[in-house]
């Protein structure tokens, strides 16, 4: 026999003036179990909440029913209330007769019958409850960020600054992203490299925070707080604490093969550092394409390496090491045009992508600088820039808006005409400018720099001579249009990490169809993922710009700060539970988990007959499982349940509404 | 014809006919009691939605919280039906924005079957509805109660799997 006290709030009228609270209590009066009952003008206020501590010590109550508004407003507040007369949290249960019944129901007789149905659903599921406990975990005060773009790198500095400890992995040779290929960055055209390479050197510098080049994550497990993650760091072939980066060994190379930082357009060795800034400036030896791999030939690195530090029998190593939080900054990739085939890229040398183009604009790279086509060498006088290639596209499986591209392409027709005084041609879908000083730069680029700007899709390019013809329609003018060009620029569209799903199936995270990353909650929770402790920085999460970029890492690692600086944390006990006993082993509860918290685990038994056996049966990680109960209807022995929500407690609310 | 409505249909010869209940008059004052299955991240959130927002529908429906669609065992519907239940009503998250990623999905294959299910045991398969309903879709979940209550009232009182006490 329980002792449950129902407390039933008035709200001032928003209850009490379409409920008749009297015939409430009388009902409710009857219902087992309970042995008190009150009624309050507002419960939730200080003399209401004194009122249950006070039935509680008097009337040794066992178990709490409020009636009163949504438990999503007010299920904390009476929890804390309970436990603060000394009964646990966990003995409590609302009945929401404010939001569910007198706010919705003007027939005060109806919704008297109603909130009566509804008290009685309480009191027959809290009879059901029983204590649970918070359990707290530990914290491992060390932060781990995957990839190192400008998103990752913002991400480490933050948290460094913030006195705790930081891994950068980044998959190429050397921190920087997309953003070390840039040339200028609207809508203030400062150079890209002048921006992000003292970044680069800061977090290469700092104490707090330690770079993994040329590693990627294989597996990661546990949970928030304590996540034990495997990197693989890839054979550099290099010892880095002899190499001094002086340079020797790519020069010496024979091996000449198209470099991946200039998208094809120049070329590298195959000992290489990805860009003169690289950071860390050491190199690695690409084992495929190094002779000495391929015949067992050349060492010619070896022998001329002045500091001894060529280490051809370097094998890739797998460090284990347990991080308190991740930050995911894997950023994006462009989308190969190829599949336009009336762009004719990669048919025509002259047809190029944006990315393409800030490497032919940017000082450092294959042209150094100077802007010639890479068919002949020339420099073009007529550049047409297309918009929204792949974006916007269902056809081409890419529905959304890259964002980034109107302002680049605007930032494309301002160089070429500052730069060579080429006449951009543009053409676009819509021209969309939100972000501080962007409409002002796309103003820039149409007036001061005579853009010539057309509202229209371009249906075909073809060669006429030395030329690119762009046939397209000028839909403002309702008018076919050709526009003779030296050069083409297709601004790509920004796509998911080709790898991205694999890593979120590593680290349990969702994605959504196009591959990005998802957000615990699109408007109030943009950083974080639906696994606790795992946040998201940057494109990985959907296309972004620099400054938008910045913003989210700083967001993800002032998340990350908040959970390191945490002593212990507390876990909610409404967590998935097996009845061992009748657990057959089955597990397909396993697959259905999307927190992977369910695993098999082997218990002895005794049996009839005093002999001992080994069974498998389900075994599930509190600090993982996030209470969900998919596991629970896949259950085929009724062996799974979950803690406050258990298949008995649904059952007796069942009972009780259909009394 | 299907395998399963071939089922149905011969389930349905060997008990009479599923509508036998709609023919059968409603007792005087009979009032259609519906029971629903709410997610507590989306659908409880929508029906809390719709009383901050005052938009009245019929007072046929009590509902019951559950962390996530993934969570309603079909077996809770047949108890509902069996304790005397008119209607019922399953609601969640819209597919793809599941709190926990992927209970809804888990849920809609679920109700696929649970449809056909109560079916072949002779309950008109509209007595089950199965609905997503957002956070922000206040208006939604008052109209599908609204429709709800309307359709069951149609169909009359659910006495095929009522146990009789």
């Known amino acids: 026999m329980r002792r449950v006290g129902v407390f039933v709030c008035w709200c001032g009228s928003n209850i009490a003036g379409m409920v008749d609270i009297e015939q409430v209590k009388a009902a409710a009066a009857k219902m087992p179990n309970v042995v008190y009952v009150e009624d309050n003008k507002y419960t939730c206020s200080e003399p209401g909440q004194a009122a249950i501590q006070k039935a509680i010590k008097e009337q040794n109550l066992d178990r709490v029913v409020v009636a009163a508004c949504s438990p999503r407003m007010h299920e904390n507040t009476f929890r804390r209330t309970v436990s603060g007369a000394g009964l ?447 946040f998201l920085a940057g494109a990985c999460q959907g296309p972004k710009d620099i400054p938008e970029t910045v913003a989210q890492a700083s967001a993800a690692a002032s998340k990350a700060i908040g959970l390191l600086s945490k002593a212990k944390l507390e876990t909610e006990p409404l967590v998935a539970q097996v009845n061992e006993g009748i657990c057959s082993g089955c597990l397909w509860c396993k697959p259905i988990c999307p927190y992977k918290a369910i695993d098999g685990k082997v218990i002895k038994e005794r049996i009839a007959g005093g002999k001992t056996i080994e069974r498998t049966v389900a075994s599930v990680n509190a600090s993982l499982c996030q209470g969900c109960g998919a596991c629970t209807v896949a259950c085929r022995t009724g062996a799974m349940n979950v803690l406050g929500f258990t298949n008995e407690h649904i059952l007796a609310e069942v009972d009780a509404l259909c009394l | 014809m299907s395998v399963n409505e071939k089922a149905a249909q011969a389930a349905g010869a060997a008990t009479g006919p599923s509508t036998v209940a709609a023919a059968t008059p409603a007792p005087e004052g009979w009032e259609p009691k519906i029971i629903g299955f709410a997610c507590n991240w989306c659908t409880y959130a929508g029906a809390d939605l719709a009383g901050t927002s005052r938009i009245q529908y019929p007072p046929n429906i009590r509902v019951i919280r559950v962390p996530c669609s993934g969570r309603i065992n079909p077996q809770f519907v047949v108890r509902a039906f069996q304790r005397g239940a008119d209607g019922v009503l399953v609601a969640g998250c819209h597919p793809g924005d599941c709190h926990y990623s992927t209970g809804n999905y888990f849920a809609r294959r679920r109700y696929l079957l649970a449809t056909r299910f109560i079916e072949y045991l002779g309950v008109e398969p509209e007595r089950l509805e199965v609905r997503w309903i957002s956070g922000s879709e206040g208006q939604k979940f008052a109209d599908t109660v609204r429709e709800l209550t309307e359709k069951i009232r149609a169909l009359g009182p659910q006495r095929r799997l009522r146990e009789t006490l």
Request: net charge positive; charged share 25%; glycine share 8%.
């Open chain 1, 88 to 534: 646990n949290a966990y003995l409590l249960e609302i009945a929401n007769i404010r939001e569910h019944c007198s706010w919705v129901h003007p027939d005060k007789a109806a919704g008297t019958k109603k909130a009566v149905d509804l008290v009685r659903r309480a009191v027959y599921k809290v009879a059901k409850n029983v204590p649970l406990q918070r359990a707290s975990i530990d914290v491992t005060k060390k932060a781990l960020v995957i990839g190192g773009g400008i998103a990752g790198i913002q991400a480490a500095l933050d948290i460094a600054d913030a006195g705790q400890p930081v891994v950068i992995v980044e998959k190429t040779p050397s921190i920087g992203g997309h953003m070390a290929q840039l040339d200028k960055t609207f809508p203030t055209l400062d150079c890209s490299a002048c921006i992000l390479t003292p970044k680069m050197v800061d977090a290469a510098q700092n104490q707090n925070i330690t770079l993994m080049t040329w590693s990627e994550v294989e597996k990661v497990e546990g949970y928030i707080g304590n996540f034990t993650v495997t990197i693989r760091k890839k054979a550099r072939h290099i010892d880095t604490t002899k190499c001094t980066g002086c340079g020797i060994c790519w020069s010496k190379c024979p091996a000449k093969l198209p470099s991946e930082f200039d998208l094809g357009l120049g070329q590298r060795k195959a000992i290489y550092v990805p860009f003169p800034q690289a950071i860390p400036n050491k190199p690695v030896i690409d084992e495929k394409n190094c002779i000495y791999f391929k015949t067992g030939k050349c060492k010619a690195c070896q022998i001329f390496c002045p500091a001894g530090a060529i280490a051809f029998d370097q094998k890739d190593e797998l460090i284990e090491e347990k991080f308190g939080a991740i930050i995911v900054a894997t950023g994006y990739e462009q989308w190969d045009p190829s599949p336009y085939g009336e762009y004719g890229y990669g048919r025509y040398k002259d047809v190029i992508t944006g990315l393409e183009f800030e490497r032919l604009v940017n000082a450092s790279g294959p042209t150094e600088g100077k802007i010639k086509r890479p068919s002949d060498g020339k420099i073009p006088k007529d550049v047409v820039i297309i918009q929204c290639v792949g974006s916007r596209d269902e056809a081409k499986g890419i529905p959304y808006c890259s964002k980034t591209c109107c302002m680049y392409s605007a930032k494309h027709a301002i160089l070429l005409d500052e730069k060579i005084h080429a006449h951009p041609y543009v053409f676009y879908m819509d021209v969309r400018t939100p972000g501080k000083g962007y409409e002002e730069f796309y103003k820039r680029a149409t007036e001061e720099h005579h853009a010539t700007y057309i509202r229209g899709r371009v249906s075909k390019v073809y060669q006429k001579g030395d030329k690119l013809v762009c046939l397209g329609e000028d839909t403002l003018l309702g008018k076919k249009v050709a526009v003779e060009a030296d050069m083409v620029i297709l601004a790509s569209a920004m796509v998911h990490q080709p790898a991205a799903s694999k890593l979120a199936q590593t680290l349990g995270i969702s994605y959504d169809q196009n591959h990005f990353y998802t957000e615990a909650h699109a408007k109030l929770r943009p950083v974080e993922t639906n696994t606790a402790g795992i």
